[in-house]
T-cell receptor, first 114, second 110 residues
Framework: DTAVSQTPKYLVTQMGNDKSIKCEQNLGHDTMYWYKQDSKKFLKIMFSYNNKELIINETVPNRFSPKSPDKAHLNLHINSLELGDSAVYFC?????????????FGPGTRLLVL | DAKTTQPTSMDCAEGRAANLPCNHSTISGNEYVYWYRQIHSQGPQYIIHGLKNNETNEMASLIITEDRKSSTLILPHATLRDTAVYYCIVRVAGYSTLTFGKGTMLLVSP
């Protein structure tokens, strides 16, 4: 009955590789997000999609490309991984974008770039 | 979004009430106060939110001062599982993302 799920939970890879992280929500929400939590534990928004359309794109390198095949999925593809990409990546979803609704977070994907 | 100020850490004895303060002196009239928490190695979890009235749910109570410049999250009977980082977030209505600060690390001890 997991509401927001992410795969994989752990990802260890070499610098320069390309990898993808998947996110799925079964809550019927219209909006999905990707957040990054760095080693200092700051949690920052990266992207937001509403009904498969990109609505927020913070200053993230273009090596990061989100893709939303349908409303329930928001995947994150990262090209040419760098050491600084090591972090925990959280997916989240919410019913709409009014700003009043709550967000539901996934368990996170721990990415380590060697 | 308006910025918030929270203590870096707090301690609480198990079974006692935990009162977590948050200052948001530059809050605007259309901004809500949200509280989330993050238990170690888990994703953030929504707790409660409010605009100007005090709110209560099964997890906690939120007390917002009349001038809305500060608020307090109250966990009435803290348990060991409430040990987490608690984030107070002020959010503009109509803007969907959350901006997380450093939060307060609450340690509940036996």
């Amino acid at each position: 009955d997991t509401a927001v799920s992410q795969t994989p939970k752990y990802l260890v890879t070499q610098m320069g590789n390309d990898k993808s992280i998947k996110c799925e929500q079964n809550l019927g929400h219209d909006t999905m997000y990707w957040y990054k939590q760095d080693s200092k534990k700051f949690l920052k928004i990266m992207f937001s999609y509403n009904n498969k359309e990109l609505i927020i794109n913070e200053t993230v390198p273009n090596r990061f490309s989100p893709k939303s095949p349908d409303k329930a999925h928001l995947n994150l593809h990262i090209n040419s991984l760098e050491l600084g990409d090591s972090a925990v990546y959280f997916c989240a979803s919410s019913p709409e974008t009014s700003g009043k609704e709550t967000q539901y977070f996934g368990p996170g994907t721990r990415l380590l770039v060697l | 979004d308006a910025k918030t100020t929270q203590p870096t850490s707090m301690d609480c004895a198990e079974g006692r009430a935990a009162n977590l303060p948050c200052n948001h002196s530059t809050i605007s009239g259309n901004e809500y106060v949200y509280w989330y928490r993050q238990i170690h190695s888990q994703g953030p979890q929504y707790i409660i939110h409010g605009l100007k009235n005090n709110e209560t749910n099964e997890m906690a109570s939120l007390i917002i001062t009349e001038d809305r410049k500060s608020s307090t999250l109250i966990l009435p009977h803290a348990t060991l599982r409430d040990t987490a980082v608690y984030y107070c977030i002020v959010r503009v209505a109509g803007y969907s993302t959350l901006t997380f600060g450093k939060g307060t690390m609450l340690l509940v001890s036996p």
